[in-house]
């Protein structure tokens, strides 16, 4: 994927541009720009980052620093394994429970 170019510079939102001025108010805050990329100041907040559904909450570390906010918080729910074994399996079929009925009537 082509980067951005360097003189362009990274991008942040102005919501949050205007949020970095005020520190007091970085703390919890719900963040719904997912292509703005983190900057410095934000390293030691806990943010909380839209992924469409929900707000995930993320702590921002100085690895984080240089990503975008969109790639911590996952936006697709992993495939549940409950569900795998969903059909016909610990159901009797409807001629084995008909055979069990007249076993137990001739008994």
């Known amino acids: ?23 007091e108010s970085l703390l ?17 907040c806990p943010v909380l980052i839209y992924n469409g559904k929900t707000l995930v909450r993320c702590k921002i570390t100085e690895g984080k ?19 795998k074994g969903k059909g016909r399996k610990g159901k009797k079929s409807s001629l084995s429970a008909i055979w069990h009925e007249k076993e137990i009537r001739f008994r």
């Open 1 to 23: 994927m082509p980067r951005r170019s360097i003189w362009k510079g990274s991008f942040v939102d102005a919501f949050l541009f205007r949020m970095k001025k005020n520190t």
């Open 28 to 44: 919890s805050r719900k963040i719904w720009s997912r292509r703005s990329s983190i900057s410095p100041e934000f390293v030691d």
């Open 65 to 83: 620093v240089g990503h975008k906010f969109g790639e911590f918080a996952s936006t697709r729910t992993r495939p549940s394994k409950t569900n």
